[in-house]
């Protein structure tokens, strides 16, 4: 089983999830505030950025993933795969399908940043 590493800036509020570190990762903005990084040869995530996580995990609705539409096709369908297995699908909760116009998602529900740092320490 791999390692996780979590950091939590709390100046900055932004959760830095790493599942392989060192790795060389392509990074692709999903929205204003997540950053998805990945391997696009083996199609497997590196690591997850949450910009304004206190704010994503108060959030009631789903934060629409608006720039997923502006990827090239197969970028796109490369993501989605990613986003859509785990390690991602177990902070991420995705919904819809790649060619809607928004996929949105919301954070697992049993995300919280008390038993992320717990797990960290």
Known sequence: MRDIHF????AGD?????FHKGRKATSVSLND???????PETQK??????LDFSRLMEAPDPSPLWRLAELPATL???VWTVLTQPPISLYLCVATSPTEAHPAATLAQELSLADLLMVAA
Do not use: C, H, K, P
Request: hydrophobic share 55%; no cysteine.
């Open 33 to 39: 505030n997540i950053v998805l990084r990945f391997d």
């Open 45 to 50: 995530a590196v690591g997850l950025t949450l």
């Open 76 to 78: 796109r369908d490369m």
């Open 7 to 10: 950091f939590y800036d709390e």
């Open 14 to 18: 932004v959760l830095y999830i790493a």
